[in-house]
């Protein structure tokens, strides 16, 4: 059984660009979630998919956007990015969409916004 | 809206020692689900121990155990004997049982085992 596996692990990007970040689920899970973790900080929601619809967003502006595929991996786009985007982005994998509770995370991709 | 907050940003302890990490929360909610993650250097977020609120027998999980009390909102982890590998950020989360899959985190916990 794969674990959830994100890439890339680092990248470096210059504001007013765009970054796309991928994530693969745990074999099985059909539910994704994105997390932003500022430094020193904990992880804050951006949004949730299950089966390649989005249900659930956090206190996140449009330009951060989603998809998830059919084989349940899934991309975190940003555009125009800030220097404030600078932070790890945690990709997790669950069962399915009801809330009993674990949560499965990759190791995440560290972005730097220069 | 729910929030978490962890008023220890970082402890220390010896190795064997126990270690008493401290979080409370703020819900109108009656039925939710509380956590413990772990973050080593590694990144990866790594799930403690669950406790979820209608059950008002503690959860414990080897040397982890928590010290739910549903009427003061508060959520203690305690981790027995700790080990070196103990090392690590240590989050408190909240989740709904509705709605999206979203976890709500403490500041967090800097957790330092010393030999």
């Known amino acids: 059984e794969t674990g959830v596996t994100q890439s890339p692990t680092h990248l470096i990007k210059t504001r007013g660009q765009q970054v796309t970040l991928r994530c693969s689920s745990q074999s099985g899970h059909n539910t994704v979630s994105w997390y932003q973790q500022a430094l020193g900080q904990g992880p804050q929601f951006i949004f949730q998919?299950?089966?390649?619809?989005?249900?659930g967003r956090g206190n996140f502006p449009p330009r951060f956007s989603g998809l998830q595929f059919p084989n349940y991996s899934s991309e975190l786009n940003v555009n125009a990015l800030e220097l404030d985007d600078s932070a790890l982005y945690l990709c997790?994998?669950?069962?399915?969409?009801?809330?009993?509770?674990?949560?499965?995370f990759g190791e995440g991709s560290r972005l730097t916004v220069l | 809206a729910q929030t978490v907050t962890q008023s220890q940003p970082e402890m220390s302890v010896q190795e064997a020692e126990t270690v008493t990490l401290s979080c409370t929360y703020d819900?109108?909610?009656?039925?939710?689900?509380l956590f413990w993650y772990k973050q080593p250097p590694s990144r990866q977020m790594i799930l403690v121990i669950r406790q979820e609120a209608y059950k008002q027998q503690n959860a414990t999980e080897n040397r982890f155990s928590v010290n739910f009390q549903k009427a003061a909102k508060s959520f203690s982890l305690k981790i027995s004997d700790s080990q070196l590998g103990d090392t690590a950020m240590y989050f408190c989360a909240f989740m709904n049982t509705w709605g999206a899959q979203k976890l709500v985190f403490g500041q967090g916990t800097r957790l330092t085992i010393n030999p």
């Open positions: 997790a994998s669950s069962w399915d969409r009801q809330n009993t509770g674990e949560l499965f």
């Open positions: 819900t109108s909610e009656n039925n939710y689900y």
């Open positions: 998919y299950y089966r390649e619809e989005e249900n």
